[in-house]
């Protein structure tokens, strides 16, 4: 029942422990992982029992909440409390926009070919993290959505559709994801000849870093479809391989940041963000999930928030190539905003 979970989950707020819901895409369970002490605890390899958070820069460490102590609670769909009204403020309009344009003086002179800029947005918190993560379960059934609260982290929420790395038995697969428009209902998506190209290039350097691992016999790549997400949908390429032996730290170095939340190529679009980007991206395009020594569930960590009393901060980017136009960039972020935004 949804109201021994969110009764749990007050608890353990109340008793300032760290702890993490979290439910899987298409599922009616919802999990917890929860403390009985207030200890961080941190990984480096990726060898850890539990539901970890990593950032988007990997060379800072990585905490997570271990699953020794866990429930499970049977989810029951209610009415999601949505919120039309929400304003978003310009602000970051003028610096995101001129941000693109340098971003595409950079690909016409051939150091890049995409990149992926974002930018947040502070918006004043009406409602406790709980109840927004109660609506967040409700409304987004084919998200990884979660809520993750620890004192000396801080508490995130989110709802992503991107699958980083999964492996079960003896089988692995990721996904290449991008390409974003409004989900229209009983209609399919006309994509631009941009957003093609965009999505190819993210597939073609996905399948290049599974080859740094894996000989090209044992990759299989599947047909590209449309992935819903909310009031958005995406273009999808999944990617499926070997299970590797031992933690999945080598797999996760050479696909994180994939091209979907960093660019191409992977390590000059990595500076390129690193000396323009005027913000610290923190847990958001990192990733996260439950993992352990015989299977992992992680997710890029796209459609999150920071949350705090005071005030909920959004993250979003857009994938920025030669045929990018700055204006509907800085719209298309703010499309990926309202996906969080209108349950604050």
């Known amino acids: ?151 000396l982290v801080g508490t995130w929420f989110g709802a992503t559709p991107e699958q980083f790395i999964t492996t079960q038995e003896n089988l692995s697969q990721t996904m290449a994801l991008a390409g974003t428009q409004t989900y229209l209902e009983n209609e399919d998506p006309n994509w631009t000849t941009k957003e093609i190209e965009e999505q190819e290039l993210v597939a073609i350097q996905v399948e290049e870093d599974l080859k740094k691992i894996f000989p090209t016999n044992q990759i299989q790549k599947n047909p590209t479809i449309d992935q819903r997400a909310g009031n958005l949908v995406h273009l999808c390429t999944c990617f499926q391989f070997p299970k590797l032996d031992g933690n999945i730290v080598a797999l996760a170095q050479v696909l994180h940041p994939t091209p979907a939340v960093g660019g191409v190529p992977k390590e000059e679009a990595i500076r390129f963000i690193e000396e323009n980007e005027a913000y610290e991206r923190s847990f958001y395009t990192g990733f996260l999930g439950p993992t352990n020594s015989s299977e992992s569930q992680l997710y890029v960590n796209l459609r999150c928030a920071r949350w705090t009393p005071e005030t909920t901060t959004l993250f979003v980017g857009a994938g920025i190539t030669l045929g990018s136009d700055p204006e509907k960039e800085w719209l298309e972020t703010q499309r990926k905003a309202y996906t969080l935004a209108k349950v604050l």
């Open 1 to 151: 029942m949804n109201d021994s979970l969110f009764e749990k989950l007050n608890n353990l707020w109340e008793s300032e422990k760290p702890f993490v819901c979290f439910r899987l895409p298409n599922t009616d369970k919802a999990s917890v992982f929860f403390q009985k002490d207030t200890k961080l605890h941190w990984t480096k390899d990726l060898s850890c029992s539990g539901f970890l958070m990593a950032p988007f820069d990997l060379k800072q460490p990585i905490p997570f909440i271990p699953d020794q102590f866990s429930e499970q609670f049977k989810i029951i769909n209610t009415s999601p409390n949505l919120n039309s009204e929400v304003i978003l403020d310009s602000k970051n309009k003028i610096s995101f926009e001129s941000l693109v344009i340098k971003a595409k003086e950079v690909i016409a002179s051939g150091r890049l070919k995409k990149v992926v800029l974002s930018h947040s947005q502070d918006v004043k918190t009406k409602r406790d993290a709980i109840a927004i993560f109660q609506d967040l379960l409700s409304h987004y059934s084919l998200a990884m959505v979660y809520l993750w609260h620890h004192p």
